[in-house]
């Protein structure tokens, strides 16, 4: 613990015994330390007789322990406190104590430093060494006056010193130009230094001379355009045998330097003054400047800067590549030079051969404002109709300056080929239409005399343009226009809209076009008996923009249709052509016409036929002794056996074979009767056994004559 406080600690001993004890306490005489002291307290002590304590059974006493060095300890050996009992020889150690008092001490290597002649603005530098010879680290702080750290300064400034390091200290003389009154030079005494658990601060001596500067006769002369850089080297050469570590000091702000120089002994070194003007300069007029160098033995150097700022230059070189048809917006970076809010007036020179169509223009207004130090945005706006090539030089100046600054951009803008404008979707069922309007921006109102020449075509894979038949659109126009989507085939497509004008070239527009599946039409209707036929004429639009022929089947059973090709005219016409419905069982059938075309793509037409029972016919007229024949078809798609049957035994009939499908066969029927004059009738049913058809029954009226009579009717068909 440091030394000055105070540390008390209490200890409680205890009798264990069952008997009172009397005893008292004694230190180790021989490593007694005053600083340490141990005092009982409490009732248990003895107020007659001096550390007599006096514990009966199971009592407690408090023993204080209190250390308060004096002065410097380095380690308290074992201080041992013992016991010594009445009525025995024996001393007992009851406890010890240890401890230390580290304290601090802090010295400088020297109280006094003199410096020699320095230059004004020049700095003189040496180093003294800051020791602690103490046990403990401490914090040092420098407390040096306003009057003082004018003149000196001392670094570091504060710190922390470990016990037994040390720190070197860079104690500078820096006079000033105020320094002319003090022609005796600087003096101060005792500047302190406060060490923390010191009580008294380290005191330094410093004193210090001052001495006019070197000037060169040679001046540095330096040209560039305003607000440009020119760079100008200064040899240095140091012929000491200590090393220079120069801080050049420049009265313009138009020049600058490193801010630090380092030169070897015996070596040659360049400094690199740069000048950077914010302002021209007029006719003889320039920006005059001087650097100034200290050196380390307190001389100096000092150099006079002469610039001369010229014309600026143009801030930047802008080429862009543009596609037509688009509206671009090119920034253009204006900073402000000046510590002071600044307008520039725009004004842009384009070439005289530009195209009239093409336009750049600001964005907003004329002027722009920059504050001080900042930089803002002046934005154009370049649109193109037409392919070409426009340079164009922009100049932005402050009118407000003598003389007048400015900075200008040379732009160079190549309008390229336009792109798409706009991505149009049609969407339509094949063999419906759909319009669409397409607009005509004419950005710059220039009239169009001989209107737009309007073209749709897709680009194969050989890159051969086609042209698309489903798109319908007029040939040339003088604006916004429509469009007809009528698509014959079913899918997705990308096309290509272009309307082109020689006065605003070429307008692209894609047109997504995307054909849904046709719409269902209307059904036609077909009714015939079974083993009959029925014929309807349908119709048909052809919307293909030529003459074309359509290829008609039919999907589906129970229809047919001519198997020659359908001619059609140019869109739009109607077309026509034949289905026959002959059913092959009772009930609904359904099917579909289907016709193709490469040009007018595919028609479906849905046809619904309904089949009703066969009705009966007759009379077959047969004269006694003779035969009748019946034709017969098997209307089924299948192989089929038929059952036939008389309900009059006077005729007969030949049980049928098996048909083949659609096969015609006559039914032979056969009278045999007496040549009575009576006439007889009968019935043949001829019974469907299989197929769709099983147990549908065909009735044939069969009419028997005597052979003497003549008969006016002896077959029918069926």
Not at 174 to 193: E, R
Not at 269 to 288: E, S
Not at 685 to 702: P, Q
Request: with cysteine; charged share 20%; aromatic share 8%.
């Amino acid at each position: 613990m440091p030394v000055g406080e105070v540390v008390t600690k209490s200890v409680t001993i205890v009798n264990k015994g069952k008997l009172r004890v009397q005893f008292y306490l004694f230190s180790d005489q021989q490593h007694n330390e005053p600083s340490l002291s141990f005092t009982p307290v409490g009732k248990c002590v003895n107020k007659d007789q001096e550390n007599l304590i006096s514990l009966g059974p199971k009592d407690k006493a408090e023993i204080k322990v209190t250390f308060a060095p004096t002065s410097r300890i380095e380690s308290l050996e074992g201080q041992e406190l013992k016991v010594h009992c009445k009525g025995s020889q024996s001393m007992p150690k009851l406890l010890m104590a240890t401890g230390s008092s580290p304290a601090i001490c802090v010295e400088l290597e020297s109280d006094q430093l003199i410096f020699g002649d320095t230059v004004v603005n020049a700095q003189s530098s040496q180093r003294i060494m800051l020791k602690n010879t103490g046990d403990a680290g401490t914090k040092f702080t420098w407390a040096l006056s306003q009057a003082e750290s004018t003149w000196f300064s001392v670094t570091p400034k504060h710190g922390y010193l470990s016990a037994g390091a040390s720190v070197p200290l860079n104690v500078v003389f820096h006079p000033t130009s105020d320094a002319k009154s003090h022609s005796k030079g600087i003096k101060f005494d005792a500047i302190k230094c406060d060490v923390e658990g010191m009580g008294e601060p380290l005191l330094l001596d410093v004193s210090g001379s001052i001495t006019s500067s070197q000037h060169e006769k040679d001046a540095v002369h330096f040209s560039v355009q305003v607000r440009g850089v020119d760079t100008k080297p200064i040899p240095l050469v140091n012929k000491t045998k200590e090393p220079w570590l120069l801080r050049p000091v420049i009265n313009h702000p138009y020049f600058s330097a490193e801010s630090t120089i380092t030169v070897e002994p015996g070596q040659h070194q360049d400094v690199v003054i740069k000048y950077h003007p914010l302002r021209m300069t007029q006719g003889k007029d320039a920006h005059v400047a001087t650097v100034f160098m200290a050196l380390p033995n307190g001389s100096s150097l000092e150099y006079s800067l002469v610039g001369h700022a010229l014309s600026p230059k143009a801030v930047a070189a802008i080429e862009r590549e543009v596609p037509c048809k688009v509206s671009y917006i090119e920034p253009l970076s204006v900073t402000n030079w000046l510590q002071v809010p600044q307008r520039f007036k725009v004004e842009i020179k384009k070439n005289a051969r530009a195209e009239a169509s093409t336009v750049l223009r600001p964005v907003i207004g004329e002027y722009i404002d920059v504050p001080a130090g900042a930089t803002r945005d002046y934005k154009l706006e370049f649109f193109a109709h037409k392919e070409g090539v426009l340079h164009a030089e922009v100049i932005m100046r402050n009118e407000d300056t003598t003389p007048i600054e400015y900075l200008s951009y040379d732009l160079v803008f190549k309008a390229t080929p336009p792109g798409v404008l706009d991505t149009i979707k049609l969407e339509a069922a094949v063999r419906t239409k759909m319009e669409a309007e397409i607009p005509l921006d004419n950005w710059v109102n220039i009239s169009t005399s001989k209107g737009f020449a309007i073209t749709c075509a897709q680009a194969g894979a050989s890159g051969e343009k086609t042209k698309v038949p489903e798109v319908v659109c007029p040939s040339t126009v003088f604006g916004s226009f429509s469009i007809l989507y009528c698509p014959l085939f079913e899918g997705e497509r990308l096309v290509r809209l272009t309307a082109t004008s020689p006065e605003l070239g070429s307008f692209n527009f894609d047109l997504q076009l995307k054909a849904l599946p046709a719409l269902p039409m209307e059904s036609q209707q077909f009714v015939a008996r079974l083993g009959l036929s029925t014929a309807r004429e349908l119709s048909f639009l052809n919307y293909a923009n030529m003459r074309t022929d359509y290829t008609a089947k039919i999907v589906g059973e129970g229809f047919s249709v001519p198997p020659s090709k359908i001619s059609a005219g140019g869109h739009p016409q109607m077309a026509k052509f034949e289905a026959v419905f002959e059913p092959c069982q009772l009930g609904l059938t359904r099917a579909t016409a289907v016709l193709t075309s490469k040009a007018g793509g595919t028609v479906e037409i849905p046809l619904v036929g309904e089949c009703l029972e066969p009705e009966p016919t007759g009379p077959f007229v047969v004269k006694s002794g003779s035969r009748v024949t019946i034709p017969f078809t098997n209307c089924q798609n299948v192989a089929t056996t038929f059952d036939c049957a008389l309900d009059n035994e006077m005729f007969t009939v030949k049980q049928c074979e098996e048909y083949k499908p659609k096969q015609a066969r006559d039914i032979i029927v056969q009278y045999d009767a007496d040549d009575q004059a009576v006439v007889r009738t009968a019935r043949l049913l001829v019974t469907c056994k299989e197929g769709a058809c099983a147990g549908v029954e065909w009735v044939f009226y069969i009419k028997g004559i005597p052979s003497s009579t003549a008969s006016s009717s002896s077959t029918a068909s069926l």
